[in-house]
């Protein structure tokens, strides 16, 4: 991020446009009365104000939704989820439902204390798709097996992409008994090829903050960061969970730098492509973790050879839309490969197959 810091109020203006944008009224609704609400000094200011130099860049507003919908999703917040699609309600677009959920920040206070302290925890399947693509391309190019390392990973979903079905209406990969099934309105015209195989050897994750998601904490965490009118997507996450039971991942707790310092002190895996990959994390990241990320690819990739590639893929913010960056070594030279919505629809696929 550059610039000067946003506020508080306008990172929540911000959010609401965002959410405006890409689907969901209701916390575009919701949004609108909070800023209201903290323009008036209300319980919204006393809550946020002090939580964060960075409240863009932290995602405050995010964390703040997602405690009220975390109560919801446990029952503890009848009269909010019966706005929340997610929670078997519905909204009629009245401003009701910004009176229930201030009514639940002042009788839940301690809940919503803590809970805007904690960091933004979601692993949106929807990204599969974009990164599905970059893997198919990187296993096209390399003909190796791929040993993938994925870090800000949550709950390790993504890293569980091949279990997933990909079907651009051309060409497909992944499991095809999968009951998660990503079909062609995910791309835009010319997608990607999804043809030939890809066999990931090796799965390795982390997250400062891991997410359990065979436990019913963890699955409320993942559950709570997503927006409770769209439906679409807690029904990918309820079939990526049931993906995550049949097909386990150890999610490591650790600094995304110090761990990858590690993971990579020896170079490239030896006749695999060794893949280090995120989505939507970088902003999240202190600076001295992005370095010491950085820094850890970059040395490893002075150790790669054809026989054995390095590659850094990550798709994060640009603007209006998501960049899918793909850096490779020997070389080190940078391509994006897809421009993508933030939740992973709409790929627009610009990498020419080699």
């Known amino acids: 991020m550059s610039g000067e810091p946003v506020s508080v109020r306008e990172s929540l203006v911000r959010q609401a446009q965002s959410c405006r944008s890409i689907g969901s009224p209701l916390y575009a609704s919701v ?39 975390r109560l919801a999703l446990a029952g503890r917040a009848a009269q909010l989820a019966r706005h ?7 909204w009629d677009g009245s401003a009701a439902v910004i009176d229930d959920f201030l009514t639940l920040v002042t009788s839940e206070h301690n809940e919503f204390h803590d809970g805007v302290r ?9 990204r599969a798709a974009v990164l599905a693509s970059g893997f198919v391309e990187i296993a096209r190019r390399h003909r190796r097996p791929i040993d993938q390392l994925e870090i800000g990973s949550a709950a390790g979903l993504l890293s569980r992409w091949d279990h997933f079905r990909f079907n651009t209406g051309s060409s497909q990969t992944g499991d095809p008994a999968s009951p998660l099934v990503f079909g062609p309105a ?23 903050m891991p997410i359990d998601i065979a436990t019913v904490d963890g ?10 009118d769209q439906t679409a997507r807690f029904e990918r996450l309820a079939a990526a969970i049931e993906i995550a039971s049949q097909h386990p991942v150890e999610v490591e707790r650790s600094d995304a730098g110090d761990w990858l310092n ?51 893929l ?21 391509e994006v490969l897809a421009h993508v919505g933030y939740h992973g629809a709409d790929i627009r696929w610009l990498a020419a197959s080699r």
């Open 31 to 69: 949004l609108s009365g909070l800023i209201d609400n903290y323009d008036r000094g209300g319980v919204t200011a006393a809550l946020l104000d002090g939580v964060s130099s960075q409240p863009q860049h932290d995602a405050l507003p995010l964390r703040y939704l997602a405690c009220a919908h």
């Open 84 to 90: 929340f699609p997610s929670c078997g309600g519905s």
């Open 118 to 126: 904690r960091n933004v925890q979601t692993n949106e399947v929807g």
């Open 186 to 208: 995910w791309w835009q015209e010319s997608p990607a090829d999804l043809g030939g195989s890809v066999v990931v050897a090796r799965r390795r994750a982390s997250d400062i």
């Open 219 to 228: 699955r409320l965490t993942s559950m709570s960061f997503v927006w409770p």
């Open 262 to 312: 590690h993971r990579l002190h020896h170079g490239p895996t030896p006749g695999h492509a060794t893949v280090v990959f995120h989505s939507i994390v970088w902003q999240y990241l202190p600076a001295a973790t992005r370095y010491q990320v950085r820094r850890a690819i970059t040395n490893a990739g002075k150790r790669a050879t054809v026989d054995s590639p390095m590659l850094w």
């Open 314 to 334: 990550r798709m994060e913010p640009a603007g209006v839309h998501a960049d899918l960056q793909l850096t490779t070594w020997p070389g080190g030279e940078n």
